[in-house]
Structure formats: structure tokens, C-alpha cells
């Protein structure tokens, strides 16, 4: 592995960006058209194909979500000791491949199976990509929080691939076609990586480099064999969603411990920032329970209670509204809301991080309250209109543009780099809980009769949503009122 660049050549770059921002902006966009692609799939091949009733598909749905996620700890703390960003990247590549194909194979037969290889490979693929391009900038570069902005735009543009194509084919075409595309596109995706990593010099390599060589295999070999050897157990806990209580009850409080012991061996400062990024993380629980609700019971939702005409001109398919929509908004507005902050910024009036995660909440409040709307336009046949669901997409994405991207750049701003991996896999991880949270509210939501009519269906979504929005609003404004105290626990972050 070359490594021609020193961190300090790549660091003092030039411009607005990094030119290796785009190669990991290329791979962590083939990588997110495979993961969108699965999860778009997940409910409707659930309970379209596998029979399975509303209720548990919106458990298991939360359950394979919360897996993946909560693997993402697991993949940045092993990351962070042995492997190195890069090796743990290739590997997650791999696994994520693996998964595809063999779901691919025989999807009825062999979708828990493929399902299990997706959760691993992406707990080590999805951490570390994100940290990675925290690397490109030195600590005090102004420039970090739009490299994210940018990263962030690539994320959505394999997302609104990968959830359109996906679901389109699977769902008019063939599932099996479907799922092994998102393993085609993965692999171009992991290729992309292998061809581009000369240039990121020594950021990603194994922290174990300078062990002995034989001492370094064998810890790889055990973390390699070690994540297959999970797989079994994986299986089970996936496929009874009461094990996954059981597992995200002991996830959480274990790495919190063992977040609580790495925080012993740092300095005040250091310390105080941590337990910033933890306020923050535990924020974003609540934020992508409620988001999440998209692949979830939203994804229902739109199965049975739209309308399939937009601005009363041209049909297109509500689920493929629902997978793709948010990620077209998040595409054109990320940079102009980009641009509002830096002119903010300018006169000196630019939001900080808590105000803008609060103004995340505010704006999910009213995307749910739009959500929650979309009844008093619904037809006898309790189907609604699409137009009026699509601008919940819009105002929810404005919230997610407040509190996600800028939620990445501030665990590589507030961790120290040693922890950058955990820190990162502990934001995921906040995920992970959001998303099993969110498969318990859509089940909590679902109307739990069978054969209910779609009005019914309606009406039990929309009252959640109603709920979903109060709670939303609720912690937006805790978050505004507490922000003086937690910006003063960052210290020199702004
Ligand atoms: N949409 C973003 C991504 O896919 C954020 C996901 C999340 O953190 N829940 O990376």
C-alpha cells in the first residue's frame, strides 16, 4: 500500500475541498444505492412476499434496522484497535456483497441469511467511511462542515438509486434481479475504494501497523472469523424480535461503560466535550426514531393509503415517493443550506450545533403534523393525497439537514482522534436505537386487526403521527432552552 501523500500534504489542501473527498464520497455512494435498496425492499418484500403480517413487519423491520446500526459500534471499535478504517472497510464491502447475492439466490428461502451478512458488512463499512473523511482536515478547518454537507449529498444520491431501482425492480419485476443488483452496484462501489485508497496516504491504515506482523494477522484473522462466527447467533435474534430486546438492552449500557472507561483516561477538556457529543447522541435517538418511521410504517402507508398522481399531473408509484423523495430534497437543498449558514456565518448569526439540532426537532414536528394532515384529505376509500404526504418529505428533510450531516462533523470535532471510530460507530449507534424504536412505534401504530379497511389504516397512522409530532415538538424546544449550558461544555466547537 503506497503511501506517496503525508497527512500534513492531504490536510493543507487547497480550495473548498479535498480531492479525496470525492473518491469517498463515490464509494459511500454505491454503498448507500445497496444498503437503501435492501431497506426500501425490506417491509413490502416482507409482507408482500413472505407473508407476514403488518404488525411483525414493522418489528422486524426495526429489529435487521436496529442490527445494522448497532453493529456500526462494533465496527468502529475494531476498527479503531486493529483493523484500521480501510481494511475494515473492505471487509464490510465484502460481507455487504456476500449478503445481496445470497439473498438474490433464493429470496423466500434465504433472506434472514442474507439479511445477517448485510448487518455485519455494514458495521464495518458504514463507521468508518465517515470518519475517514473527517481525517482529510485538521482539527481547526473551517471547511469540515461542508466536506459532511458534501459526503452527505453522495449518501443521497445512492440512496434515491438505490430506493427507486431497487423497490421498482423488486416490486414490478423480479426480487431476486433486485436484490443482486444492490450487490453488483456494492461492488462497484468497493472497487471504487480499492482503486482510489493510494490517495489517502496514511489516514485508514491499521493501528496495529507497527505490531509484529504475525501478532497482527492473528488479531485480524480472529476479528475476520470472529464476525462470521456472530452469524448464527445473528440469525436467531433477527428472526425473533424478542431476542433484539434483549440484545439493545445490553448494547447500549456496555458501550456506554465502556465509553464511561475510555473517558477516565482523558483530560477535563476532553471530557466535557465528550459528554457533549454523548447529549447529542442521545438527542438523535428520538430524531431518527420518528425519521425512520419512513422505512417503516410511512413505507405502508404509502402501500395502501395514497393517491398515485403528483401536483395533478403525472402518476408515479407512492412507495418509490417514499424512498426517494426525501433523498431528491436532501440533494438540492444540502448546499443551499450550506451556503444560509456560511452567510449567517458571515454576519456573525450563524445558529450553533445545539440551536440547529433544536431546529431539527422543530422542523420534524411539522413534517409530522403534515403526515398527521394528510386524513382530512383522504377519499371514502381511505387513500390520500400524495401531494400533501410529499411536502411532509420536504419539511422533514430540512430537519435532517440540520441535525445530520452536522451530527457527523461534530463526533470528529468533539472526540479525541483515538476514539474517532467509537465515536462515530456511538452516533450510529444512537441510530440503531432510533431505529428500533421507530419499528416499535410503526407497530404500536399498525392497526392490529386483520383485514382492516384502508380508512382504518389510515386512521391508526395518522393518529401516531399526530403523537409523533407533540413528542418532536417537545424536544426541540428542551434542546434550545439547555443550548447555552452544552455549548459551553465544547469548549472551542462551535
Ligand atoms: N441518511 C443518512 C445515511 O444513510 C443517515 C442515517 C442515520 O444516521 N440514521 O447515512
Not at 145 to 172: E, Q, T, W
Not at 193 to 200: D, M
Not at 258 to 267: A, G, H, K, V
Not at 435 to 447: D, E, K, P, T
Amino acid at each position: 500500500m503506497s503511501q506517496d501523500l503525508t497527512l500534513e500534504q492531504i490536510q493543507n489542501f487547497e480550495g473548498k475541498y479535498p480531492k479525496q473527498i470525492w473518491y469517498l464520497f463515490l464509494t459511500e455512494m454505491w454503498e448507500r444505492f445497496c444498503f437503501y435498496g435492501l431497506r426500501g425492499m425490506l417491509t413490502v418484500f416482507m409482507v408482500t412476499q413472505l407473508m407476514i403480517d403488518e404488525k411483525s413487519a414493522n418489528l422486524k423491520y426495526g429489529a435487521i434496522q436496529a442490527f445494522i446500526y448497532a453493529f456500526t459500534f462494533i465496527g468502529g471499535l475494531f476498527a479503531d484497535k486493529i483493523l484500521g478504517f480501510r481494511k475494515s472497510l473492505f471487509w464490510g464491502g465484502i460481507l455487504m456483497i456476500i449478503g445481496s447475492f445470497i439473498i438474490a439466490a433464493s429470496p423466500k428461502e434465504f433472506f434472514y441469511i442474507g439479511t445477517c451478512f448485510t448487518i455485519v458488512g455494514t458495521g464495518f463499512f458504514k463507521p468508518n467511511i465517515s470518519t475517514m473523511v473527517g481525517e482529510l482536515y485538521h482539527p481547526g478547518d473551517t471547511r469540515r462542515d461542508a466536506g459532511f454537507g458534501l459526503f452527505y449529498s453522495g449518501i443521497n444520491i445512492g440512496a434515491l438509486l438505490g430506493g427507486i431501482v431497487c423497490v421498482a425492480v423488486g416490486k414490478f419485476y423480479s426480487w431476486s434481479l433486485a436484490f443482486g443488483f444492490a450487490g453488483i452496484v456494492m461492488a462497484i462501489g468497493l472497487l471504487t475504494f480499492i482503486f482510489t485508497q493510494k490517495s489517502l496516504g496514511p489516514i485508514g491504515l491499521s493501528p496495529m501497523k507497527d505490531a509484529a506482523p504475525g501478532r497482527r494477522k492473528t488479531f485480524e484473522i480472529a476479528t475476520f472469523v470472529g464476525s462470521i462466527a456472530v452469524m448464527p447467533l445473528l440469525l436467531l435474534m433477527v428472526q425473533n424480535t424478542r431476542y433484539t430486546d434483549y440484545f439493545m438492552y445490553i448494547i447500549g449500557p456496555a458501550t456506554l461503560v465502556y465509553l464511561l472507561y475510555e473517558m477516565t483516561t482523558l483530560n477535563a477538556e476532553e471530557r466535557k466535550k465528550m459528554v457533549a457529543a454523548l447529549v447529542f447522541i442521545i438527542f438523535s435517538i428520538f430524531f431518527w426514531a420518528f425519521f425512520e418511521q419512513s422505512g417503516g410504517s410511512l413505507s405502508l402507508f404509502a402501500l395502501y393509503n395514497l393517491h398515485d398522481t403528483m401536483l395533478g399531473v403525472f402518476h408515479i408509484d407512492p412507495n418509490v415517493v417514499n424512498n426517494s423523495f426525501n433523498s431528491v430534497f436532501v440533494i438540492i437543498f444540502s448546499p443551499i443550506v450550506g451556503l444560509l449558514w456560511l452567510a449567517l456565518s458571515k454576519r456573525k448569526k450563524e445558529p450553533n450545533s445545539v440551536i440547529k439540532f433544536g431546529l431539527g426537532f422543530l422542523f420534524l414536528a411539522g413534517a409530522f403534523y403534515t403526515f398527521f394532515a394528510t386524513r382530512f384529505f383522504a377519499d371514502a376509500d381511505g387513500k390520500t393525497s400524495l401531494n400533501v404526504f410529499t411536502l411532509a418529505y420536504l419539511i422533514i428533510t430540512f430537519g435532517e439537514l440540520c441535525l445530520s450531516p452536522i451530527g457527523l462533523s461534530l463526533m470528529t470535532k468533539l472526540a479525541p482522534k483515538k476514539l474517532w471510530g467509537v465515536m462515530m460507530g456511538m452516533w450510529f449507534l444512537a441510530s440503531a436505537y432510533g431505529q428500533y424504536v421507530a419499528g416499535l412505534l410503526g407497530a404500536g401504530m399498525a392497526v392490529a386487526k386483520e383485514n382492516a379497511s384502508a380508512t382504518e389504516k389510515l386512521m391508526s397512522y395518522t393518529s401516531g403521527y399526530k403523537q409523533l409530532g407533540i413528542y418532536a415538538l417537545i424536544a426541540g424546544i428542551i434542546l434550545i432552552v439547555i443550548s447555552p449550558i452544552i455549548r459551553k461544555m465544547m469548549g472551542n466547537v462551535k
